[in-house]
Nanobody, 124 residues
Framework: VQLVESGGGLVQVGASLRLSCAAS????????MGWFRQAPGKEREFVAG????????YYADSVKGRFTISRDTAKNTLYLEMNGLKAYDTAVYYCAALLNPTFGYLVPREYDRWGQGTQVTVSS
């Protein structure tokens, strides 16, 4: 399965964005999913995760209450709704597919498929 993110851009502090991650060449229905981000000079960090059936979601403390992860199986698409954006949210955002979430959602090396990333820049 190939993943393609979209929806990034340049916004002001306090604005909202919705990122999408569209899958092709396969179905997301067999994967748990996650969003990660990477700022310049920093390691890739976990942002949010969602279980296979969409009933369980997980968030980094830094985005809890502001970001919402969701999935639409019929559209084969993952979303990240981002509200109340802050300057430190600036990063390249990646979606990733996880076949086996046994060891959790936080570690990038556990994921099996990655998108190419979409840039989010929050200007103050």
């Amino acid at each position: 399965v190939q993943l393609v993110e979209s929806g990034g851009g340049l916004v002001q502090v306090g604005a909202s964005l919705r990122l999408s991650c569209a899958a092709s060449g396969g179905t997301l229905a067999t994967y748990a999913m996650g969003w990660f981000r990477q700022a310049p000079g920093k390691e890739r960090e976990f942002v949010a995760g969602i279980s296979l059936d969409g009933t369980s979601t997980y968030y980094a403390d830094s985005v809890k209450g502001r970001f919402t992860i969701s999935r639409d199986t019929a559209k084969n698409t993952l979303y990240l709704e981002m509200n109340g954006l802050k300057a430190y949210d600036t990063a390249v955002y990646y979606c990733a597919a996880l076949l086996n979430p046994t060891f959790g959602y936080l570690v990038p090396r556990e994921y099996d498929r990655w998108g190419q990333g979409t840039q989010v820049t929050v200007s103050s």
